[in-house]
């Protein structure tokens, strides 16, 4: 399902089974240390068997993945890359920073937010929004879709700043019939708190990011890809449409 959704520049590998922990490498058992509970074991380790399958398409040998700051995963020199997990699936997605600048995924069970976090994740004319799409496709549960396309919208910009991004801070478009989504980024969050140092010589985060999203009758996807320089394209010959 991923590839349906991500630009040929990004390579990606998707699991709807668990492995053994015995595939995870020395550093990745120390990282994961003493974590108990076993739904949190069997996410650790799938996902990062599809970090290392999606690494070897790009041509990149088997290296530990480890948790960063606020747990984004760490990518060799030259990569950039998201990973994601829902029940029943995991999913990594990588390219060559020469490539893309950024890849942000997300996965999300099909299903309705509860309303209290819809309430709170949702800006007033998203939910304005929302209302039209559900008497549009009611068979998409819209509100949990752009809890994904939020997240994923995230995973790519925390490694571009560095900084955290609220749901307030993103506003989120659908294209139902293109299955396509657009963010904006609030002027607010765009802007370096007063004496941070960026240092790296890349320039600003975008404020508006363009992104593609998948459905079916248990499973949300959201991708989101920032091309370095030109657009990178995604796919033309497949067109994702709501599940029947």
């Known amino acids: 399902m991923l590839e349906l959704i991500l630009p040929a520049a990004v390579a990606c590998a998707e699991s709807f089974a668990d492995v053994s922990e015995s595939t995870l490498l020395p550093e990745e058992l120390e990282a994961l240390g003493g974590a108990r509970h076993e739904g949190r074991r069997r996410e650790f380790t799938t996902v990062r068997h599809c970090a290392r399958r999606a690494l070897a398409e790009i041509g990149v040998p088997p290296v530990a993945v480890l948790p960063g700051e606020r747990g984004a995963p760490v990518w060799p020199r030259g990569v ?44 007033p004319e998203e939910r304005e929004r ?29 490694p571009m700043t560095g900084r955290r991004l609220g749901f307030a801070d993103a506003s989120v478009a659908f294209d139902p019939a293109a299955g396509t989504f657009r963010a904006e980024i609030a002027e607010r969050a765009g802007t370096a708190p007063a004496g941070e140092r960026t240092g790296s010589g890349e320039p600003p985060a975008p404020l508006l990011y363009e992104g593609r999203w998948a459905a079916t009758p248990g499973l949300l996807l959201a991708a989101v890809v920032v091309p370095p320089g030109p657009a990178v394209r995604n796919r033309p010959d497949r067109a994702i449409r709501p599940p029947s």
């Open 80 to 123: 950039v890359g998201s990973m994601t997990h829902s029940a029943g699936y995991r999913a990594a997605a990588v390219a060559r920073s020469t490539d893309v600048r950024a890849v942000g995924i997300d996965a999300e069970p099909h299903e309705p937010l509860p309303p209290r976090v819809r309430g709170a994740v949702t800006l």
């Open 130 to 158: 929302l209302a039209d799409l559900g008497a549009g496709c009611p068979q998409v549960h819209w509100d949990r879709l752009l809890f994904c396309a939020k997240e994923a919208v995230y995973k790519a910009w925390f």
